[in-house]
């Protein structure tokens, strides 16, 4: 009897090979391909969307069989609302988020996701509860998806009803009964192989999620290869990869990238000398002047609003570094801000930028887009600060673009302009710059997800957290230093 769970059925939606190898080849799961931030997210939206319809009473994580016991106990005794209800029917398990009972074998059934629209996998996630409860005998009366509601603006306390937003679903998950019914009977047959299935590379591996066995499904291609080529779209390198455009020797006979894809893959296999139009970056150079401030953000997105004037998965700004140079020949100084865990950082942010940086002076980001958008925002938010703010604002120059106009590129950057593949490509052999050799904070997810957490941390944790924090951003901004001196080299040398 095929065995399944609400998750596997929709991975198997998105490739029945998923499935398959989830049961023959478990070894071969990249468990780096999830994202645990974007799971621990969707748990506390889930909680939090349990007190929608009022008081409920949770089925306790545990066996399946005590869960289900547990359900059949709650519904018998009429409970109106039960979190985490679970089911079984003929192999298939789901637990519904939130179950409604509405008495004599009938029910409601609301599943509660993090993200601020629904998607067709959603649909094929409730038909198959659907399938289950109605399998069972239960008349379901409706189908509805919760999501969080982009354009609720918390004021005060959190207004549930606000925040959430329905939809009821239920035409779509009966019209998709059908195809439930065949696709489970299919993935009976086809979890029989014992045997590797043969399934080409597709769409499927890349969407709705990106597949988690795509390395173990890619492990007989030539290295690199067309997945390899850093800021692809996936149609893309499809194309390629069906027309048999798939190792870098095959990209480079067919010339089938842009120049500047074509160029990298040039410098790979060939390992030429670094490109660098020395004029270009005079140009980028010139443009800058004294005093030169180097300044980089932190910044966390709650799911949930956690303060005024905030919508679901805006992003906050928490800390920054700043490098600053006064002119020519002066040492590097630098300043800092990293907001205490629970407060609301903007205002602690707005007012210390506003003293840490004067008017009309060169500020440089690393993709300067992110930057201004928030100063921009800080600027919308509080008047009394918006002049300096946008002053600061329409100061910033972006360092990154004489790498993303490969102005300056080396094979060591692997086609990436991010700041953190430049940097080990421009200073391979310089330790005091390398991100593995700091604690805890490597990367701004990381740093996302320690402010998120600071608050739930004893104090000699959140110290300790408060130091990595600092050293991470503190070198994000000293690596930006690092590249416009060499920059300034680059550009001194003769050609
Ligand atoms: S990598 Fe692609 S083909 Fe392989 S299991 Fe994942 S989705 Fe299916």
């Excluded at 591996?205 to 795509?214: D, L, R, V, W």
């Amino acid at each position: 009897m095929l065995h399944l769970s609400k998750s596997r059925y929709c991975s198997a939606v998105q490739c029945p090979k998923m499935l398959w190898l989830t049961k023959y080849r478990p070894e071969a799961f990249d468990a780096e391909a999830v994202n645990q931030a974007v799971l621990d997210r969707g748990n506390a939206v889930g909680d939090l969307a349990m007190g929608l319809f009022g008081p409920y009473v949770e089925v306790p994580f545990g066996d399946l069989s005590g869960m289900i016991a547990e359900t059949e106990r709650l519904l018998a005794a009429g409970t109106p609302v039960i979190t985490e209800a679970s089911f079984s029917y003929d192999g298939l398990f789901c637990s519904a988020d939130i179950l409604l009972n509405h008495g004599g074998g009938r029910v409601s059934v609301v599943e509660v996701k993090s993200a601020t629209h629904l998607s067709e996998m959603n649909i094929h996630d409730v038909s198959y509860q659907y399938y289950v409860l109605t399998g069972l005998g239960y008349t379901v009366d409706r189908v509805s998806l919760c999501c969080l509601n982009a354009g609720y603006v918390r004021h005060g306390e959190l207004a549930l009803d606000q925040l959430f937003t329905l939809t009821d679903v239920t035409a779509k998950a009966q019209a998709l009964q059908e195809e439930v019914a065949k696709r489970i009977a299919f993935l009976a047959e086809y979890m029989k192989q014992t045997s590797e299935p043969l399934h080409p590379i597709g769409e499927q591996c890349f969407a709705p999620y990106a597949c988690a066995f795509f390395s173990y499904c890619t492990s007989s291609l030539p290295r690199p290869n067309i997945f390899d080529v850093s800021g692809l779209q996936t149609r893309a390198r499809l194309n390629c990869y069906r027309k048999g455009i798939v190792s870098f020797p095959d990209i480079e006979a067919s010339s089938a990238l842009k120049p500047d894809k074509m160029m990298e893959i040039a410098q790979e296999l060939h390992d030429l000398p670094p490109a660098i139009d020395r004029e270009a970056i005079r140009g980028f150079l010139s443009r800058l002047t004294w005093p030169l401030y180097f300044l980089d953000f932190e910044s966390f997105q709650p799911a949930v609003p956690l303060y005024d004037d905030t919508r679901p998965y805006e992003q906050i700004v928490f800390q920054y570094s700043l490098h600053y140079i006064d002119r020519e020949g002066e040492p590097l100084c630098h300043r800092e801000y990293l907001a205490s865990p629970g407060e609301d950082p903007r205002r602690g942010v707005a007012e210390q930028l506003c003293r840490d940086i004067p008017r009309d002076v060169c500020t440089l980001a690393y993709n300067m887009t992110f930057e201004k958008t928030r100063i921009k925002a800080l600027a919308a938010l509080y008047p009394d600060l918006a002049d300096h703010l946008m002053n600061i604002h329409d100061h910033i120059i972006d360092l990154m673009t004489p790498f993303q106009k490969k102005q300056y590129y080396t094979r060591a950057m692997r086609g990436s302009y991010s700041i953190k593949h430049v940097l080990p490509a421009l200073f391979p052999d310089d330790p005091d710059l390398d991100y593995h050799r700091l604690e805890g904070v490597h990367n701004g997810a990381e740093a996302s997800t320690a402010f998120e957490q600071m608050n739930r941390m004893t104090p000699e944790e959140q110290a300790a957290c408060r130091e990595n924090l600092l050293e991470y951003c503190g070198l994000d901004t000293l690596a930006m230093v690092k590249v416009w001196e060499k920059l300034r080299e680059a550009a001194r040398e003769p050609g």
